[in-house]
């Protein structure tokens, strides 16, 4: 603040005088600290803002909750495909692990078996197609 041409900054309750670079500097980091907690404040995410704003929090956690019947769906497809899984031979189940398990490249995994990229392809289509049957798709 300024008074008569004489720059002073309150410390510990104290008006202190400064000199005018010093004075802006503080002034400056002042600013910096009110916009970044204006900031926080923008984007701050609490149950008494969402409160004060009309949202709905239990309607909105119900919303996003899974129902029980899509959770027993999840799990027996999930069963289905470990059941069609299992029911592969050893190299089809590698093949099929390394390319959707793992995210191996196709490029990677057909360098690793020594074969080129289009036999790896035509082999993970085969296995689709069997799933698929299996899964009755």
Do not use: C, W
Request: proline letters at 2%.
């Amino acid at each position: 603040m300024e008074e008569g041409g004489k720059y002073t900054i309150i410390v510990n309750k104290k008006r202190i005088e400064v000199s005018e670079d010093v004075y802006r500097a503080y002034h400056q980091e002042r600013e910096a600290e009110r916009y970044q907690n204006k900031l926080i404040r923008q984007h701050e995410m609490s149950l008494e803002r969402f409160r004060d704003n009309g949202v709905n929090i239990d309607y909105l956690i119900a919303k996003f909750q899974p129902d029980v019947a899509d959770k027993l769906i999840s799990e027996e497809l999930l069963k289905t495909l470990r059941y069609a899984l299992d029911s592969l031979p050893e190299d089809e189940k590698f093949l099929i692990n390394e390319l959707f398990f793992i995210h191996k490249s196709k490029r990677k995994l057909a360098k690793e078996l020594g074969i080129p990229r289009t036999t790896l392809n035509d082999k993970k289509h085969r296995i689709l197609k069997k799933l698929k049957k299996i899964l009755d798709i």
